[in-house]
């Protein structure tokens, strides 16, 4: 089992930044890509950005230039940095981890970015 905790999240004002954290713990060794999705009001839930535990990054076409995700391997810890932010970006985001060998996928609970002035 992974659990993971998300922080980080809030209120800012249009073209702010936010920096989402999400430590995992418990079966870390066997992660192999964390990652973040995010479900606005009255939409579906969509992947934002997604890393591999060798670093390979993915990033959804609508964050490209304004997100970034990085990992810290020694802190077990996945950060989402938003710059640039948009009422559109509104939120809750969710942190996510694929566990080895089937690609199990564990969940945060959710996090609310509101992007608001």
């Known amino acids: 089992q992974v659990q993971l905790v998300e922080s980080g999240g809030g209120l800012v004002q249009p073209g702010g930044s936010l920096r989402l954290s999400c430590a995992a713990s418990?079966?870390?060794?066997?992660?192999?890509?964390m990652g973040w999705y995010r479900q606005g009001p009255g939409k579906e839930r969509e992947l934002v950005a997604a890393?591999?535990?060798?670093?390979?990054?993915t990033l959804t076409d609508s964050v490209k230039g304004r997100f970034t995700i990085s990992g810290d391997n020694a802190k077990n810890t996945v950060y989402l940095q938003m710059n640039s932010l948009e009422p559109e970006d509104t939120a809750v985001y969710y942190c996510y981890a694929d566990r080895a060998p089937y690609g199990t996928r564990s969940w945060g609970q959710g996090i609310q970015v509101t992007v608001s002035s």
């Open positions: 418990g079966s870390i060794f066997i992660i192999n890509a």
């Open positions: 890393i591999t535990r060798g670093g390979r990054t």
